[in-house]
């Protein structure tokens, strides 16, 4: 599993108010989301904007509709005071092997665990990944995905952007430089206050999104 940027999976844009979020985006990068589905497990839903032909921008908000979380929604969605980039996630084919490797290291990427999501014409998307709840070193680490035979989500959302690059800061930006390449990833990672920030080529120029 060699991470450089053509195999990040996507980038996780979280919101307490997903169609605010989806109307911010429009205006800074020139595209508008289109509305992915819901997810029944987290009580969350989500908007998709293709960043390359197998990488995307998720932008994840709350689902208000009945019934009400049993659990915290991930990410903090009902407390964030701002929309922000909130973590990131990588396509894998061995995820029991990733888990076993970050295990190794004292990094905990939780279970393997199946996710599914109806789409608005009805159809289901499948995957398996890591544990999006764990912590992760605040979200600097990714999460891991497999689509399996899915089609990939980037290829049916609105199209126009591109993901030049991507940089994770963190206090602890050596341990976490370790930790990737441990996991097969090369990433950018420097240090500073935790933050993600995304150069993206978008119909209104390079944009940077944190």
Known sequence: ??????????????????????????????????????HPKWRTQN???????????EIMG????????????????DELATPRLITWVVRGDDLEETV?????EGLDLGEIQPGSRTKPDGSVLRWKMTDLTKDR????????????????????????CRLQELTIFHPEAERISYLLSKLGITQKVEKGPLAL????????GHIVLT
Do not use: C
Request: aromatic share 6%.
């Open 47 to 57: 908007a998709l904007i293709s960043l390359g032909p197998q990488t995307y921008l």
């Open 197 to 204: 920030e995304a150069t993206i080529l978008s119909p209104k």
């Open 100 to 104: 076993a490797i970050a295990r190794r």
């Open 137 to 160: 070193k605040g979200g600097a680490i990714p999460y891991f995905i497999d689509w399996g035979h899915t089609p990939h989500p980037a290829a049916s959302a609105p199209a126009g």
């Open 62 to 77: 709350p689902d208000n509709s009945p019934p009400d979380p049993q659990s915290p929604r991930p990410f903090v969605l």
């Open 1 to 38: 599993m060699k991470a450089s940027l053509p195999t990040i999976d996507h980038l996780v844009y979280a919101s307490s108010d997903l169609q605010d979020a989806i109307r911010r985006l429009e205006a800074l990068l020139g595209v508008a989301a289109a509305i992915g589905g819901q």
